[in-house]
């Protein structure tokens, strides 16, 4: 059945009434895409995307487009809509789910939770009964989330590094021996070549990506997208120039985090200082 329109004949779906004003505004400046692209400093393809529905860009790309048509905040509350939608959401981490799968390196930043490829069961039901899942729809996540861990292993592995925030290892789970598996779980990845864990101390104090967890995958043509995500949402963002900045700001603070061996040695510590299991 195609979406409902008002007597306005604008649709009501809010992913296409979105690209709708987008078009209706581009049009009344009397812009192609090419110009568009020109004057905002963004790839004219991203505006021809975003009209399309293919994506609804990023919040830096929509508050630019307000700001040049004197908008207020009409486009982005309109884009806010858009993102909020469950079926918008479900496209695109359908579409990130094909980039991961393909993608030869990926690249991680976590700013509370350890990220889903690194997930014990034990954290994984944790994590996902906390946000609310019970019964078979619990047990159905964590069997995903565990069957997703194979991404990492065997010949064809992609590169994986994560830049895990201290407040990610400080947040332990109720469960003190489900812990300890997830601690020596981390470490037994930390030995695996294609696997890079480094910890980012709070001595380093505020820094570019305070808030944000992301993940950056790098395709076989060359092309590299981003995802970023909160409890509520996540984003793909496929476009060149928000993904560069994004890089950026990844790669300061990869400077900021500890190596590879002094990380390893960090997550030893806290294992050491968890209460003796009192099975061995």
Same mark, same amino acid.
């Given at each position: 059945?195609?979406?409902?329109?008002?007597?306005?004949?604008?649709?009501?779906?809010?992913?296409?009434?979105?690209?709708?004003?987008?078009?209706?505004?581009?049009?009344?400046?009397?812009?192609?895409?090419?110009?568009?692209?020109?004057?905002?400093?963004?790839?004219?393809?991203?505006?021809?995307?975003?009209?399309?529905?293919?994506?609804? &860009?990023?919040?830096?790309?929509?508050?630019?487009?307000?700001?040049?048509?004197?908008?207020?905040?009409?486009?982005?509350?309109?884009?806010?809509?858009?993102?909020?939608d469950?079926?918008?959401?479900?496209?695109?981490?359908?579409?990130?789910?094909?980039?991961?799968?393909?993608?030869?390196?990926?690249?991680?930043?976590?700013?509370?939770?350890?990220?889903?490829?690194?997930?014990?069961?034990?954290?994984?039901?944790?994590?996902?009964?906390?946000?609310?899942?019970?019964?078979?729809?619990?047990?159905?996540?964590?069997? +995903?989330?565990?069957?997703?861990?194979?991404?990492?292993?065997?010949?064809?592995?992609?590169?994986?590094?994560?830049?895990?925030?201290?407040?990610?290892?400080?947040?332990?789970?109720?469960?003190?021996? +489900?812990?300890?598996?997830?601690l020596?779980?981390?470490?037994?990845?930390?030995?695996?070549p294609?696997?890079?864990?480094?910890v980012?101390?709070?001595?380093? &104090?505020?820094? &570019?990506?305070?808030?944000?967890?992301?993940?950056?995958?790098?395709?076989?043509?060359?092309?590299?997208?981003?995802?970023?995500?909160?409890?509520?949402?996540?984003?793909?963002?496929?476009?060149?120039?928000?993904v560069?900045?994004?890089?950026? +700001?990844?790669?300061?603070?990869?400077?900021?985090?500890?190596?590879?061996?002094?990380?390893?040695?960090?997550?030893?510590?806290?294992?050491?200082?968890?209460?003796?299991?009192?099975?061995?």
């Amino acid at each position: 059945m195609p979406p409902r329109r008002a007597i306005s004949g604008l649709s009501q779906d809010p992913g296409q009434r979105f690209a709708e004003e987008c078009r209706r505004l581009r049009l009344k400046k009397g812009l192609s895409f090419r110009e568009l692209g020109e004057v905002m400093g963004w790839d004219a393809s991203l505006f021809g995307k975003i009209e399309s529905g293919a994506t609804i &860009g990023s919040p830096d790309v929509v508050q630019a487009l307000d700001q040049y048509y004197e908008t207020g905040v009409l486009l982005l509350t309109l884009w806010e809509l858009a993102a909020g939608d469950p079926r918008k959401f479900r496209e695109r981490y359908r579409r990130y789910m094909k980039f991961e799968e393909e993608a030869i390196s990926l690249w991680h930043h976590a700013v509370s939770v350890l990220p889903g490829l690194l997930q014990t069961e034990g954290y994984a039901r944790e994590l996902l009964a906390a946000g609310g899942l019970t019964g078979d729809e619990l047990e159905s996540q964590v069997g +995903a989330r565990i069957g997703r861990r194979e991404r990492l292993e065997g010949e064809m592995a992609p590169r994986f590094r994560t830049i895990l925030s201290e407040a990610v290892l400080r947040t332990p789970l109720r469960d003190t021996a +489900a812990w300890r598996e997830q601690l020596e779980y981390l470490l037994e990845l930390a030995d695996r070549p294609n696997v890079m864990i480094q910890v980012l101390p709070f001595s380093v &104090g505020l820094h &570019g990506l305070n808030s944000t967890s992301m993940m950056f995958l790098r395709m076989q043509d060359g092309s590299t997208v981003a995802y970023t995500e909160n409890a509520y949402r996540g984003e793909l963002i496929e476009e060149s120039s928000p993904v560069e900045r994004l890089q950026l +700001a990844y790669d300061a603070v990869r400077d900021l985090a500890l190596t590879p061996p002094e990380s390893r040695k960090f997550i030893m510590r806290m294992l050491e200082e968890l209460p003796c299991d009192p099975s061995t």
